[in-house]
């Protein structure tokens, strides 16, 4: 019993397949229509680029630079602004 219900499921299933594999097939070949370079549409030129706006690099300090320098400017002065952390 087992062995009719494999062989009825197998059958089917290679029929399902063979049936998918021939349909695409043959829609394909009915629709075909070589394309050549003069059927190809035209490409669109491209627009040159705006060139980038130089950008502000900041001071040209390091920042081991810019430590020595508040901790040498912001001596006495009050802690806020840009001497936050670096009066005394």
């Known amino acids: 019993m087992k062995t009719r219900h494999l062989a009825s499921t197998l059958a089917s299933v290679v029929l399902g397949l063979g049936w998918l594999a021939a349909v695409p097939a043959s829609g394909a070949t009915d629709n075909f229509t070589a394309v050549t370079a003069a059927d190809k549409p035209a490409k ?3 627009q040159a680029k705006a060139p ?37």
């Not at 706006?53 to 001596?75: I, M, N, Q, V, Y």
């Open 44 to 46: 669109k030129p491209q």
């Open 52 to 88: 980038k706006p130089p950008t502000d690099k900041g001071s040209a300090e390091s920042k081991a630079d810019r430590d020595k320098r508040l901790l040498r400017e912001c001596r006495g002065r009050p802690n806020a602004g840009a001497c936050a952390g670096y009066a005394s």
